[in-house]
């Protein structure tokens, strides 16, 4: 399911951008997840105590899209994906570092760092959209 909705989101966007300014973007995307990524796992000590913020700011965030689909404001959408940017790659610093210290399931820990990746990708795509003039 998730693949599917992936697959349309990222051919408008791919048709949007161009192909050039579409992978671009992709390997920006993956770019940032891999430094917070190294930056969670070696240079993080401990970042359990990130956890309940970063899901209040989640909460926050799902709330806010929500109220954004009444309020057709294009820099509050933008506001909204720019949290959603930053709060993904916390949420990736944080999944990489209870992986350092063996907090985790496989299974878990997978689907974390796939959706963190998602996300990242789409709010990224999203941002070039935006900016594309």
Known sequence: MI???SYALFTTY???L???????N??????????FGIIGYFLINDASSMGKYLFVT??????????GTFIHNPVFHT???VISFLLFLLYTLYDFNRM??????AREMG??????LLNIIQDTLSLANRFKN
């Open 111 to 116: 689907f974390n760092l796939f959706i963190n």
């Open 14 to 16: 791919l048709q949007n």
């Open 18 to 24: 161009g192909a050039e300014v579409f992978y671009k």
């Open 79 to 81: 506001i909204i994906t």
């Open 26 to 35: 992709i390997l920006l995307a993956i770019g940032a997840f891999i430094a």
């Open 3 to 5: 693949g599917l909705l």
């Open 100 to 105: 350092k210290r063996g907090q985790f399931s």
């Open 58 to 67: 989640l909460i926050a965030l799902i709330i806010a899209s929500l109220i």
